[in-house]
C-alpha cells in the first residue's frame, strides 16, 4: 500500500470524486454505462488538456472498471493530471477541495449513530407531538413560499446559446456564452455545451465564456443544456472554397492533417494518394480517414433532393480493415448522414435524418453493409422527409423523419483508408438547382 494511501484513509472516495467530475465533463453517460470506446476518448482527451498519456486499461483500473482483487490507487503524477482536468492545479489542490466535505459528511453520519435506540425512542415520545405539529407548519411555510417564488425553471428555459462568430473557415475558434430575456440564474456550473464536432467534447460555463477550436470544415450544431436536459442550438459555420481534404488518424483526438495540392475539382475522380496523405503527416500504418468537404450555402431544399455518384472505397490496406465511406449532408437546422461499410463490419455503420438516428451497434443496420472496394453507384434520395438510398440500382434502405433541416449547406464524404468518388451531384427534386 502506498504511505500516501495510509495517510490519507478517504483516499478512495476522493479517487471515486474525482473519477465522477471527469465523467461529468467529457458527457452525460454515467460510468458503469462507460465502453471501451470512452476510455479510449478520454484517453485522447487527456493528453491533449495535461500532456500526460494514460492508457485506457490504466483509466479502467483507475475508475475501478477492471476486476482485481484490490482497488488501484495511481501514483502522484498521474492524480496531478486527472486533478488538472477537472481545474485544479494539482491532486493536493483537490484534496484540500473536498476532503472537508467528506469529513462532515461522515461526522453527520457518526453523530446520528452514537445516541442509543432507546435514548432516541424516549426523546420520540416527548417530543412526537411538538415534532408533528412542527412538520405541518413548516410544509404549509413551505408551500406558500413555493407559490410566490419566481418559477426557476422558467427562468432557465430563456436561457439560450450565442456564438459570437459562427461563420468562418477551418481552423476556427468559436467563443459562445449565455444570454437571456432578463438575468441569467446565479449559478452557471450546471449549463453545459457538446461542441458537436469529431470530438463530441463538452465544457461548463462557470466562466462567462467558453472557446472551442474547430478544424475540420463543416456545420456543427452545438447543443446546450441544463443538468442533462436540452435547452438549446446554436450553430457554427466553416466554409470551403470547392473541395478540399483533411486526414485524420483513429482514436487521435490532438490534431488533424489538411492535404494542401491543387484544386481536386480540376481532377477526376476526386481523390487524394496514399504519399499526399503521408506528406501531410498523417501516419498512414494506422487507421486513418480522409474526408472531402464542400461547403457552401445553396438554395437546394434539404426534404426534397437526390444525392448521387461512384464511390470507390478502400482496398484492404495497413489499417482499413473495414472499407468504409461516410456521405453527410449538412443543412440549415440538422444533418443527414450514413455510412455504408463492408457487410462483415456491420456494427460499426450508422445513419442519422435530421431527429432519426440509429447506430450499428445497437440496430440491425446489415442493409448498409455494402463493399464498395470495386467502386458501385449511390444514389441518396430524400422526398418530403421519406429517405431512399439505392446502391447499383437497388433500393437497399428506406426510412423517414419528422423535423425538416432547411436549405442545404454543405456536402461532406468520409473514406477510411484513401477512397474516391466521381460523378457527383447534388440536386432540388423541384427546382432541379444544382450543388
Known amino acids: 500500500m502506498h504511505s500516501e494511501q495510509a495517510e490519507n484513509p478517504l483516499f478512495f472516495q476522493l479517487l471515486d470524486i474525482c473519477c465522477q467530475k471527469?465523467?461529468?465533463?467529457?458527457?452525460?453517460?454515467?460510468?458503469?454505462?462507460?465502453?471501451?470506446?470512452?476510455?479510449?476518448?478520454?484517453?485522447?482527451?487527456?493528453?491533449?488538456?495535461?500532456?500526460?498519456?494514460?492508457?485506457?486499461?490504466?483509466?479502467?483500473?483507475?475508475?475501478?472498471?477492471?476486476?482485481?482483487?484490490?482497488?488501484?490507487?495511481?501514483?502522484?503524477?498521474?492524480?496531478?493530471?486527472?486533478?488538472?482536468?477537472?481545474?485544479?492545479r494539482d491532486w493536493y489542490?483537490?484534496?484540500?477541495?473536498?476532503?472537508?466535505?467528506?469529513?462532515?459528511?461522515?461526522?453527520?453520519?457518526?453523530?446520528?449513530?452514537?445516541?442509543?435506540?432507546?435514548?432516541?425512542?424516549?426523546?420520540?415520545t416527548k417530543k412526537g407531538l411538538l415534532y408533528t405539529v412542527f412538520l405541518v407548519f413548516a410544509a404549509i411555510i413551505a408551500f406558500l413560499i413555493f407559490r410566490s417564488a419566481p418559477n426557476k425553471e422558467q427562468d432557465i428555459s430563456r436561457v439560450e446559446l450565442s456564438c459570437l462568430n459562427p461563420e468562418g473557415q477551418t481552423p476556427h475558434s468559436a467563443i459562445f456564452k449565455l444570454k437571456a430575456a432578463g438575468e441569467l440564474p446565479d449559478s452557471l456550473q450546471h449549463f453545459t455545451i457538446n461542441f458537436s464536432d469529431v470530438r463530441w467534447k463538452t465544457a461548463d460555463f462557470r466562466d462567462s465564456l467558453v472557446n472551442h477550436y474547430y478544424e475540420?470544415?463543416?456545420?456543427?450544431?452545438?447543443?446546450?443544456?441544463?443538468?442533462?436536459?436540452?435547452?438549446?442550438?446554436?450553430?457554427v459555420y466553416l466554409q470551403t472554397k470547392g473541395w478540399t481534404a483533411t486526414a485524420s488518424v483513429q482514436n487521435d483526438t490532438t490534431r488533424v492533417y489538411p492535404i494542401l495540392g491543387n484544386n481536386l475539382m480540376a481532377n477526376r475522380p476526386i481523390k487524394v494518394s496514399a504519399r499526399a496523405a503521408l506528406s501531410a503527416g498523417t501516419d498512414t500504418t494506422r487507421t486513418f480517414f480522409v474526408a472531402f468537404a464542400n461547403v457552401k450555402p445553396s438554395r437546394i431544399n434539404g426534404d426534397n433532393f437526390e444525392l448521387s455518384g461512384n464511390f470507390t472505397t478502400s482496398p484492404i490496406r495497413a489499417g482499413v480493415r473495414c472499407s468504409q465511406v461516410d456521405i453527410f449532408v449538412f443543412g440549415e437546422?440538422?444533418?443527414?448522414?450514413?455510412?455504408?461499410?463492408?457487410?462483415?463490419?456491420?456494427?460499426?455503420?450508422?445513419?442519422?435524418?435530421?431527429?432519426?438516428?440509429?447506430?450499428?451497434?445497437?440496430?440491425?443496420?446489415?442493409?448498409?453493409?455494402?463493399?464498395?472496394?470495386?467502386?458501385?453507384?449511390?444514389?441518396?434520395?430524400?422526398a418530403d422527409k421519406k429517405v431512399s438510398l439505392m446502391i447499383n440500382g437497388s433500393e437497399v434502405f428506406k426510412t423517414s423523419y419528422n423535423k425538416p433541416i432547411g436549405k442545404i449547406m454543405g456536402v461532406k464524404i468520409i473514406f477510411a483508408g484513401i477512397g474516391q468518388f466521381d460523378n457527383f451531384k447534388l440536386a432540388d427534386l423541384k427546382t432541379k438547382e444544382e450543388f
Open 93 to 124: 489542490e483537490f484534496e484540500l477541495r473536498n476532503t472537508v466535505s467528506i469529513e462532515k459528511s461522515v461526522a453527520k453520519t457518526s453523530s446520528k449513530s452514537e445516541a442509543s435506540p432507546v435514548v432516541r425512542k424516549t426523546a420520540l
Open 22 to 88: 471527469i465523467a461529468e465533463a467529457v458527457g452525460d453517460k454515467q460510468i458503469y454505462e462507460w465502453t471501451n470506446s470512452d476510455f479510449v476518448r478520454l484517453s485522447g482527451l487527456l493528453q491533449r488538456k495535461t500532456k500526460v498519456q494514460l492508457s485506457e486499461s490504466t483509466l479502467k483500473r483507475i475508475f475501478g472498471k477492471s476486476k482485481t482483487s484490490t482497488r488501484y490507487y495511481p501514483q502522484k503524477a498521474t492524480r496531478d493530471a486527472l486533478a488538472r482536468f477537472i481545474g485544479c
Open 333 to 382: 437546422k440538422d444533418k443527414h448522414s450514413l455510412g455504408i461499410i463492408k457487410p462483415e463490419c456491420a456494427a460499426w455503420t450508422f445513419y442519422q435524418f435530421s431527429e432519426h438516428s440509429k447506430e450499428g451497434q445497437k440496430y440491425d443496420l446489415r442493409p448498409l453493409g455494402h463493399d464498395l472496394t470495386k467502386g458501385g453507384h449511390v444514389q441518396l434520395r430524400v
Open 216 to 235: 475540420v470544415p463543416g456545420r456543427y450544431y452545438p447543443v446546450l443544456y441544463h443538468k442533462k436536459k436540452a435547452l438549446d442550438t446554436g450553430y
